[in-house]
């Protein structure tokens, strides 16, 4: 088993950042390959991809709405991956959701995850 926590969602205004971070435990990255994402559900909406990371850090995958704004990266030396958001905007308004799976690749299905961390708010305002 893999618990996922999320810390450093807030309210930003538009054009600020904010750094997620994602903490793991019950596994270690360094024995396990678990590739890492962050996903996203706004009010109303279904939960969307947002970006990914494989095992190693060498592959990642952004939606086309965050692209050259957000960063993803991992620590696997302390089991961490971490969300640097820039330039957000009002559509950026989510709860966003750290998700872990069993498996070197990353992936943009939500449905490849196997484990999933609570969320953490963020709002963005104007």
């Known amino acids: 088993q893999v618990q996922l926590v999320e810390s450093g969602g807030g309210l930003v205004q538009a054009g600020g950042s904010l750094r997620l971070s994602c903490a793991a435990s019950?596994?270690?990255?360094?024995?396990?390959?678990?590739?890492m994402g962050w996903f996203r559900q706004a009010p109303g909406k279904e939960r969307e991809f947002v970006v990914s990371?494989?095992?190693?850090?060498?592959?990642?995958s952004y939606a086309d709405s965050v692209k050259g704004r957000f960063i993803i990266s991992r620590d696997n030396a302390n089991n961490r991956v971490y969300l640097q958001m820039n330039s957000l905007k009002l559509e950026d308004t989510a709860v966003y959701y750290c998700?872990?799976?069993?498996?070197?690749?990353?992936?943009?299905?939500?449905?490849?995850?196997?484990?999933w961390g609570q969320g953490t708010q963020v709002t963005v305002s104007s």
């Open positions: 019950g596994r270690t990255f360094s024995s396990y390959a678990m590739a």
């Open positions: 990371i494989s095992w190693t850090g060498g592959r990642t």
């Open positions: 998700a872990a799976r069993s498996g070197p690749g990353q992936r943009r299905d939500s449905g490849e995850y196997d484990y």
